[in-house]
């Protein structure tokens, strides 16, 4: 079992390398000058060489890449005497346009992006659950046919429709909700909650479907299961038989689906992020894009990337928890 | 007075292409400490009418009706908390295959210990405790430490005494065994029918044990039915059925098996397949298969089905043959004679 998590371990440490040499390679293969893009249009030869100098642009690929590792490692110094500065461990790189260190701004980031994640994943998955089971329970029946007409509706729409028209008409229009104003839950909760609420349902909302058709699939094929009818033949409650027996073989695929889905959006929630003004990793992202802020947009990348290599691990980890068939002695 | 009385039981299954009768009119008392061997294909029926008494059919998708009733009362028109309640308490059942029937993500003795927790108000430990004296009682070795073994982790014939020591740890009156050594190796088979009977005397349950296996009947069975096609086509002791068979089909089943207890010189297959019981012969549902239809005359058997009459105390029949004539046919059919 140790081993067994061990050799996971390594080969997710090994799969990060593989993505941040990637992901390094791809952006400076872009036909931008990094350079360059540190000043304005009124940019002196002279700056921009001295900007190349400070933030090692000057250096051979291959050295740059191993200058990154090590500023994950053990922080990076840009530049000599005065005007030097430093960024410490784990140094994603510096953003010349923001004049901050790629890991302070994603440290920022980072909550709302959690918060919104958390609620909506908790939202969309206990709901489409929910819905799956009731589905099932009333197979053919009038619940089952709305879920499923509902759940495909939901699917079908986009956030940035479903977002922008809750922005427009709940928020503008009729004044039901207050307008977004992002406080972290400690500092301001009503505040917080009433500028989440509508994000973590718009995002909700796409995720819905797919559990409540997974599940509804589960209860349905587990329930015709002969240790579903033991269960039965044992005299216990139907609810026990339910939540017990049945749906606890669905638990490691749910399991796995819902972990990889919220590392997925822990990777940050670009466009319902940035109609509800949070200051997430998806307006990070998405700004740094506009702006040709590489540093920072090779930074989320990589965080994103590492959220689902984690969640991959831990899915892998939980799975051997989950399933007595998988535990290795 | 008898344990369990079965009245004319009936089961039906509506399909896209018709409504499918399992189960036609079986009735038949059992009492304490007796053992019931039901015989039959698949499809005769044998099965389902275990489901009926064990309240194991979805109402949903079975027309039911007729009567079961254990010491008084009917657990047919009873509601499904009384059912529940009868579950695994009074009743119990043990499954043809045990690797499918227990919980793939439960220990056994978890599973053993919620059969006893949901009828006895105690404890987890406790149930646990009583869990591993079963497991013990039903011959697994090392109980209290396979007791948190999986079931994955068992060999066959520990699955099956698992799920024995499942149905029997609320002492339960009645025991239905259905297939309960089909998925077993043939050696497994013979211990697993000595702890049904071991327990049978301990427990003094009424068992009634389901198979298309005469080798089992033979070994366990005080008195045994016949079913085809969804109903009782032959009743009576073990020893009415294996020495003095009358109805064709029984005669069929015996002289298709191999026995060690008399002399013949080859095995005779039952031609032809069990009718669609979508599209039933008009008369007996055996006739189109029967090699004694010649010996009736005129065409009763095409036309009507005959009644289940008692051809000796304790021994009834479903044939228009006559008994006399049924006899003879069979003595030359188990010669090896056609």
Redesign the interface.
């Known amino acids: 079992m140790g081993i067994y998590i061990f050799r996971r371990t390594l080969y997710a440490i090994a799969l990060l390398f593989v993505i941040s040499l990637v992901v390094f390679v791809l952006f400076s293969a872009l036909p931008f000058d990094p350079a360059s893009l540190t000043c304005g249009k009124n940019c002196t030869t002279e700056v921009i060489e001295a900007n190349r100098i400070r933030l090692g642009y000057d250096l051979p690929m291959w050295e740059q890449y191993v200058k990154f590792l090590q500023g994950i490692f053990i922080g990076r110094d840009y530049g000599h005497g005065v005007a030097s500065f430093t960024c410490p461990a784990p140094a994603l790189g510096y953003s010349f346009f923001r004049q901050e260190c790629v890991t302070s701004l994603l440290i920022t980031a980072l909550p709302p992006t959690i918060w919104l994640a958390i609620g909506s994943v908790t939202l969309w998955v206990g709901t489409g659950i929910l819905l799956g089971i009731w589905a099932a329970r009333r197979r053919g029946g009038a619940p089952d046919h709305i879920i499923n007409v509902l759940t495909v509706f939901a699917t079908s729409m986009p956030t940035f429709l479903t977002g922008q028209m809750a922005l427009t008409f709940l928020i503008g229009k009729f004044g039901w909700i207050p307008p977004p104003d992002y406080y972290e839950p400690y500092q301001n909760f009503p505040k917080f909650f009433s500028t989440m609420f509508l994000p973590w349902i718009v995002l909700a909302l796409p995720g819905l479907a797919i559990y409540a058709r997974l599940t509804r699939g589960f209860v349905l094929e587990t329930g015709s299961e002969d240790f579903v009818r033991t269960a039965r033949a044992k005299g216990l409650p139907e609810k026990t038989i339910l939540w017990r027996h049945t749906l606890r073989p669905a638990l490691s695929p749910l399991t796995t689906l819902a972990a990889l889905d919220l590392a997925f959006m822990l990777g940050g929630a670009v466009v319902t992020e940035k109609i509800f003004s949070i200051p997430g990793l998806g307006r990070l992202t998405i700004q740094s894009v506009i702006q040709y802020d590489l540093p920072v947009i090779v930074g989320t990348t990589i965080l994103a990337a590492a959220f689902i290599v984690v969640a991959n691990l831990i899915v892998d980890i939980l799975y051997s928890v989950i399933d007595p068939r998988v535990r290795l002695k | 007075m008898s344990y369990l009385e079965v009245k004319d039981l009936r089961v039906a299954f509506p399909t896209d292409d018709g409504l499918v009768q399992a189960v036609d009119g079986v009735s038949f008392n059992i009492e304490r400490g007796k053992t019931l061997g039901i015989v039959g294909e698949s499809g005769s029926g044998k099965s389902v009418t275990s489901l009926a008494i064990?309240s194991?059919l979805n109402r949903k998708h079975a027309i039911i009706s007729g009567e079961v009733i254990i010491e008084g009362k009917n657990l047919i028109t009873a509601d499904e908390e009384t059912v529940?309640?009868?579950?695994?308490?009074e009743m119990?059942?043990i499954?043809q295959?045990p690797m499918?029937?227990?919980?793939?993500?439960?220990?056994v003795g978890d599973q053993v210990a919620?059969?006893y927790k949901?009828?006895n108000d105690v404890s987890d430990e406790k149930a646990f405790d009583h869990a591993i004296q079963m497991l013990d009682r039903v011959g697994i070795p090392e109980p209290a430490k396979r007791a948190s073994d999986?079931p994955?982790q068992f060999s066959g014939g520990m699955r099956q005494r698992a799920?024995i020591a499942?149905a029997l740890c609320n002492d339960p009156s009645l025991l239905i065994a259905d297939e309960p050594t089909t998925a077993l190796d043939v050696t497994v088979q013979a211990q697993i029918l000595s702890l049904i009977k071991d327990v049978q005397k301990e427990f003094n349950s009424a068992v009634i044990v389901i198979t298309h296996d005469l080798g089992v009947v033979a070994e366990v069975a005080d008195d045994v039915m016949v079913m085809y096609a969804g109903r009782v086509v032959e009743r009576g002791t073990v020893n009415d059925i294996f020495y003095r068979p009358e109805m064709p089909y029984t005669v069929g089943l015996l002289s298709s098996a191999p026995r060690l207890d008399q002399v013949s010189d080859r095995l005779i297959p039952i031609e032809g397949q069990p009718p669609s019981l979508l599209r039933l012969p008009a008369g007996c549902s055996f006739a189109p298969r029967c090699f004694a239809k010649s010996h009736v005359n005129g065409d009763a058997c095409d036309t009507t089905m005959p009644e289940l009459l008692q051809t000796r105390p304790g021994h009834d029949v479903r044939c228009h043959l006559e008994s006399s004539a049924r006899i003879s046919v069979a003595k030359q059919r188990l010669a090896g004679e056609n």
């Open positions: 064990m194991l529940r309640s009868y579950r695994g308490h119990a059942m499954f295959d499918s029937s227990l919980h793939p993500f439960f220990s919620e059969a949901v009828h999986f994955h799920m499942m």
